[in-house]
């Protein structure tokens, strides 16, 4: 196990078999290729960081937006995903970066460019979607507040049948 000062999470102890590369780094970040993915628990699915082992000033948030937008399909270049290495029985990890600013309710995700991750391979990479569907600056939080009221209705319907 490996140990990292953060500057957003103090020291963090990683397993360098379970770092992601990003050959060629994030867009504005080339200096850092490699990252941790990280939660706050183990029952989060919704939110992740990826930290850099590489520099600890650098981390992204991390949003599956699946849980709130199922109907997400964004089209990257076959290229770009076969750089990722072969595909194993572990499917591709599709996150996009969140931006949470002090007003949360201005929290915004990018969806024009997921960061894609083979995890049988360790490595990743940010890609810019071909298809023209998804915003870069796309505002998230009213779907996440749908999101919560939706699974809070369809758990208080299951309890009752």
């Given at each position: ?8 999470f103090g020291e963090v102890t990683y397993d360098l078999d379970r770092v ?35 520099e600890g000033d650098v981390a992204f948030t991390l949003m599956d937006v ?58 990743g990479k940010q890609m810019i979607c071909t298809n023209d569907d998804y ?27």
């Amino acid at each position: 196990m490996e140990k990292l000062q953060t500057r957003h999470f103090g020291e963090v102890t990683y397993d360098l078999d379970r770092v992601i590369t990003f050959e060629d780094g994030i867009p504005g970040f080339p200096d850092s290729k490699r990252y941790m993915l990280m939660s706050e628990t183990e029952d989060e699915d919704t939110f992740f960081w990826l930290q850099s082992v590489d520099e600890g000033d650098v981390a992204f948030t991390l949003m599956d937006v699946y849980k709130v937008l199922p109907d997400y399909d964004p089209q990257v270049d076959r290229f770009e995903v076969d750089e990722l290495g072969p595909l194993a029985e572990t499917p591709l990890l599709i996150y996009n970066i969140v931006v949470i600013p002090d007003y949360v309710r201005q929290m915004r995700v990018n969806l024009r460019a997921p960061v894609v991750i083979n995890l049988n391979t360790g490595l990743g990479k940010q890609m810019i979607c071909t298809n023209d569907d998804y915003s870069i600056r796309f505002m998230i939080f009213e779907e996440l507040e749908r999101a919560k009221k939706k699974l809070a209705t369809d758990k208080n319907a299951g309890s009752n049948s």
